[in-house]
């Protein structure tokens, strides 16, 4: 089936410095998505985006998280700075169409943030 | 606000055995209703979707009928393998927004 790529599989990131996780989403996709999932728990919404634009982020998509995909290229989570709670694997999804379509994920890139 | 609810956290079974994973939930509009499926260490994987009501969504001998009365699409699978041991997600969305809703999930633990 269609894949996303996601890159770093897992980083370890000093508390303060800066991490951008990276996201090749299906080609012809057109949304979205980073979900985050802190060890053992349930995967939580993180914020989406299209055309250029967030479009709904959640109350964990703190002032410190930021989203774009410059040109096309990889779909992009930066975190700056990091905290300690920021520790979790990330998810990337894309999709075709809008929320009725189904969501394709990547395999998680791993942070820990010492 | 929408939201899906899973009642069961965990599901412990032996091979064979019929499964039944619970979900609720409760829409504002007419939703189309999914069920993803988590294996260790991957990302959530499409198992199926249904778009109207009475619709049964299959994959992989596991099955789900969106019922609009009982707002509910409960997964089940007539006899489990160990290799079904995964967390279960079911999930909303509805074709004019953006959003997609996640239940809290249900960890399958299948036992030989």
């Known amino acids: 089936g269609p894949k996303v790529l996601q890159i770093p599989s897992h980083q370890i990131i000093d508390m303060g410095q800066m991490v951008t996780l990276n996201c090749d989403p299906v080609?012809?996709?057109?949304?979205f998505y980073w979900y985050k999932q802190i060890l053992g728990q349930q995967m939580e919404f993180l914020v989406n985006?299209?055309?250029?634009?967030?479009?709904?982020k959640s109350k964990l998509f703190k002032d410190q998280f930021s989203v774009e995909r410059p040109d096309g290229s990889y779909f992009t989570l930066k975190i700056q700075p990091t905290a300690l709670e920021d520790s979790a694997v990330y998810f990337c999804?894309?999709?075709?169409?809008?929320?009725?379509?189904?969501?394709?994920f990547g395999e998680g890139s791993r942070l820990i943030v010492v | 606000g929408d939201s899906v609810t899973q009642t069961e956290g965990q599901v412990a079974l032996s091979e064979e055995d019929f499964l039944t994973i619970h979900c609720n939930y409760s829409?504002?509009?007419?939703?189309?209703l999914f069920w993803y499926v988590q294996y260790p260490g991957e990302g959530p994987q499409f198992l199926f979707r249904?778009?109207?009501?009475?619709e049964k969504g299959s994959s992989r001998g596991f099955e789900a009928t969106y019922n609009k009365e009982t707002t509910s699409f409960h997964l089940q699978k007539a006899s489990v393998q160990e290799s079904d041991s995964a967390v279960y997600y079911c999930?909303?969305?509805?074709?004019?927004?953006?959003?997609?809703?996640f239940g809290t999930g249900t960890r399958l633990q299948v036992s030989p």
């Open positions: 829409a504002s509009g007419y939703p189309a």
């Open positions: 985006f299209y055309n250029g634009k967030v479009m709904e």
């Open positions: 999930a909303l969305g509805y074709s004019n927004t953006d959003k997609v809703v």
């Open positions: 999804a894309s999709s075709l169409g809008r929320g009725g379509n189904t969501l394709y």
């Open positions: 249904a778009s109207r009501d009475k």
């Open positions: 080609s012809n996709h057109l949304y």
